[in-house]
């Protein structure tokens, strides 16, 4: 019942205070929960189980942070990230000339860091939540000296020519890194800690100095993605679930919605 206090600790709570105090057990419960599905308990809860957690529905599932702050601050578990809770930069929608405007900034600005020009293709094209891109393997990447394909859903997707040369370039410059831990690692991005991806919360923000709104920017290609093709075959080369393609397609606008997915070549 201490949660149903004020910060002060003097009296009851007003009435937003007490909507949000709600928010953060029922949140705190549904992450027990979910961490029970995938076969943890919070002693053993891992940054790649914080990066899940987060990285769809965010808004809902950010009053659970309260709970898990205060498990770090109890030593419960240990310290890990967790995405800001605030983000300036990454507010309302993307407009389709300003994702193709900082898209083509990635593509051709020779200053910008190649880590951060790739994500921003793979974010604006195919519409990838920054937690799934740092735990891309350099095995999830496929050169047949022709074409490039990454494997995000089932097929691989194929990278148009000017990413698919970016993706080359920046294996290469990772074969060069000041770092031996990374120069030897699997990941796509690797981090400073050995065996460890890039930290997702740290290059988010990092894309967001630059200019990417991580995002706005992945809802907006998603959203043109399904206009285009229906969202049952978008969620599946993309590693989306359905349901997240189709309520995308509802909010779009688009004409796919009755489609069906399934073998339509009969």
Known sequence: MRLLRNKAGKGPLGRS????????????????????????????????????????KLATRRPAQTFLRWCMKTNRIPRLSLPPQVIDQDRGPLHQHRRLAILRRALNDDSLPLRARVATALILLYAQPVTRIVRLTVDDVIDDGTTVTVRLGDPPSPLPEPVADLVRAYIQSCRHLPYASSRSSQWLFPGRQPGQPMNPVSFQVHLRKIGVPPQCGRTSAIRQLVLQAPAAVIAKALGYHDKTAARLVTEAGGTWSRYAPGDHSR
């Open 17 to 56: 205070q007490t909507g949000q105090a709600k928010q953060e057990i029922t949140q705190a419960g549904a992450f027990l929960t979910w961490l029970a599905e995938r076969g943890r308990t919070i002693e053993h809860c891992q940054q790649a189980d914080l990066d899940a957690w987060h990285a769809e």
